[in-house]
């Protein structure tokens, strides 16, 4: 038997047929496993033409979780069902500090990665947690 991919080993926790969540540890691989989780949720969905898009987006989250914080790193998929068309994508970390969209110069290595997620995403925002907080993002579901 071939070894499990680790956000299987970390444990989906899939509450209703329109919700999937992940939490992945604040390790370099961490990256990796979110892509790899949400492309496979939204394929089982039928939702692959928004896989390339919500995977990259995630993967900006998920990085900036790991530059600033220490612990647990949370990815949600919400499909909603009723008449908004629209995918919500929730990246959790225990850092309180909201993040900060910055026009990053030509030569910096990092820092546009929240104006990649403005651009690309129908809406964005943060929220705060009990511990931590949350920043979101919404894609039109095509129909």
Do not use: Y
């Not at 908004?84 to 110069?105: M, Y």
């Amino acid at each position: 038997m071939g070894e499990a991919p680790a956000w299987e080993v970390i444990g989906v926790i899939d509450t209703e047929d329109d919700c999937a969540d992940w939490t992945f540890p604040a390790e370099p691989g961490a990256v990796r496993s979110a892509r790899q989780a949400v492309r496979g949720r939204l394929r089982d969905w039928g939702l692959d033409s928004l896989a390339d898009l919500a995977a990259l987006l995630v993967s900006e989250l998920v990085t900036n979780a790991l530059r600033h914080a220490t612990g647990p790193i949370g990815v949600r998929l919400v499909r909603r069902s009723g008449l908004d068309g629209v995918l919500l994508v929730e990246v959790s970390d225990p850092l309180p500090d909201p993040p900060r969209e910055r026009a990053a110069r030509p030569e910096d290595e990092s820092g546009r990665g929240l104006h990649l997620v403005a651009s690309a995403s129908r809406r964005w925002g943060t929220r705060p947690g009990v511990t931590g907080k949350t920043v979101w993002f919404e894609l039109a579901v095509p129909e």
